[in-house]
């Protein structure tokens, strides 16, 4: 029943993972004991977002400025990519979700790009949840790979400036297909998007918490799908106009 226009619950949630290092440091160990205690948030976020029936979820593990932290940093936090993708396949098999990698993995290392393919495949048959892992991702390498991709098209005569609408630049976009997020949430403290989701979350429900990720537990996740049953979407209407006509306001 969403005649008020609540929100009720989200369709795609995406989450900024952030908080690791600080946790680590709270406790004296090193940051990277901070990544790893947060592959079991990551764990529960996702058979939460199954158990809530959310369609998609999109965690930002890795984006694009992340290669100037500490070499040693990268390479363990690569070791750990590599090993929660080995290990996790089966348990996202079993909670039926598919598993994608959007962003540049030409810079991984071949062994690594050669487990994502994999995990990948093992997990195409899943139809319940999408799990999208964000790995050197970055919003603007996004728009501007769907920027350069029309351009050819252009160049090559099979489009017409004029086609260029919001869907044509949606569609060569790595979120192609897919409801944009309902709900953004960043642990951590910090309030700011930070390359992220940037042509997707025009219309998205901002959600901040000082929570740390690893920190960030099944209750944390539910407070969070709390605040966003509480939001009223409007995508540009009036708030009497959605409580009139019964409807979110979600276009499409
Ligand atoms: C940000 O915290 C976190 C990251 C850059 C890495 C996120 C990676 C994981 C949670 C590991 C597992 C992921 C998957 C998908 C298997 P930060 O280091 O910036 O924390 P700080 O701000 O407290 O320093």
């Known amino acids: 029943m969403e005649g008020d226009g609540l929100a009720r619950l989200p369709r795609h949630v995406a989450i900024i993972m952030d908080g690791n290092g600080r946790w680590a440091k709270q406790r004296e160990l090193p940051r990277h004991a901070g990544h790893k205690a947060g592959v079991g948030s990551v764990r529960s976020s996702v058979e939460e977002s199954v158990r809530h029936g959310v369609e998609v979820l999109t965690l930002f593990a890795f984006s694009s400025e992340n290669w100037k932290r500490p070499q040693k940093e990268v390479s363990l936090l690569m070791d750990l ?3 929660a993708l080995q290990r996790e396949v089966k348990r996202l098999k079993r909670n039926n979700v598919r598993l994608r990698i959007i962003g540049d993995r030409s810079a991984f290392s071949d062994k690594l790009q050669q487990r994502i393919a994999q995990a990948e495949t093992d997990t195409d048959q899943c139809n319940g949840m999408l799990l999208q892992i964000a790995a050197n991702y970055g919003g603007r390498w996004d728009i501007t790979r769907a920027t350069r991709r029309l351009a050819e098209r252009v160049a090559a005569g099979g489009l017409h400036p004029d086609q260029i609408d919001e869907s044509a630049i949606a569609a060569e976009l790595s979120f192609a297909g897919l409801p944009d997020p309902d709900l953004f949430i960043r642990t951590g403290g910090e309030q700011r998007i ?3 989701i940037l042509w997707q979350c025009a219309y998205t429900e901002l959600y901040f918490t000082d929570t ?3 920190d960030f537990d099944a209750d944390a996740y539910s ?3 709390d605040f966003y049953a509480g939001r009223q979407r409007r995508f540009g209407m009036t708030g009497e106009q959605v409580e009139e006509t ?7």
């Not at 019964?246 to 499409?252: E, L, V």
């Open 81 to 83: 990519f590599m090993v």
């Open 212 to 214: 740390y990720w690893p």
């Open 246 to 252: 019964g409807s979110t306001g979600r276009p499409g």
């Open 194 to 196: 930070s390359n992220f």
């Open 223 to 225: 407070e969070a799908l």
